[in-house]
């Protein structure tokens, strides 16, 4: 996603004439928008269903996230992704340089039920089952307060929480970025809603990736410790103790008893 961040820099800049010289180079900075799009949104999707059979159904976790399994749930994303791009070949979709958004991004004018089984993808089925799978998370949490618990249990059960929250956050995030954009591709069927709009909803919703280090760093005292010690902050916010220096004291002569 950072990545595709960079790559439309040149459209934000130049407009669609940059890439006349390079008519290939659009449609390739699309697809990997696309792709990289479902990718970012279907982990989050992911790892909260992996936080909802932790603490939920915890004798089924180690069958449903082995190994094996984590790879085929990471490439079926990227199969998604890659399906939603076959699609244009079969004269669904388009993928090209957007007006009023200014990048290269799949064409939301091409086939409108395309863009609202795109919408629905990309934001609309990650929103529900994330917000399902929390829904169920709390009301398991909320039970379990009620009951008494033994301290290995409680200690499981309060980290899964803590990761909880952070993924809760993440989500919190994503929903706010990423639903505004939702609702103007669909809503704006006759292309009529001023750029500015399309503008600033688009970028708002790519840049929600660079947030979520953020709230790792809020939530997360393992990642909050490791940032600080990889740009050494933590030199810095220490303070500089004087050193005390001890001095000897006047020697005293043990034999004599009048001193």
Known sequence: MSTFIILTIPGKLEGERFFHAYPRLCPAIAYLCTISCINSLGSITLMSFSRFIFTCHSKYYNNLFSKRSCIVMCFSLYLIGILL?????????????????FECIWDRMATYYY?????????????????CFYLCIYQKFHK??????????????????????????????????????????????????????????????????????????????????????????????KKHIPRIQVLPGPERNMNDPGK
Request: proline share 3%; aromatic share 14%; charged share 15%.
């Open 85 to 101: 791009i076959l699609l244009n070949l079969a004269g669904i979709g388009d993928h090209s340089f957007d007006r009023k958004s």
């Open 115 to 131: 863009t609202v089984i795109f919408s629905i993808v990309l934001v609309w089925i990650p929103v529900i089952l994330t917000g």
């Open 144 to 237: 379990s307060s009620k009951q008494v618990m033994d301290l290995t249990s409680y200690d499981q059960q309060r980290k899964s929480m803590c990761f909880a929250r952070t993924l809760f956050l993440i989500y919190l995030v994503f929903t706010t970025c990423w639903v505004p954009y939702a609702l103007i591709i669909v809503l704006d069927r006759q292309d009529s809603f001023p750029h500015e709009a399309h503008l600033i909803i688009t970028t708002f919703a790519h840049l929600h990736p660079s947030i979520n280090w953020l709230v790792y760093y809020m939530t997360n005292k393992n990642f909050k410790y490791a940032f600080n010690s990889l740009l050494r902050l933590d030199s810095c916010k």
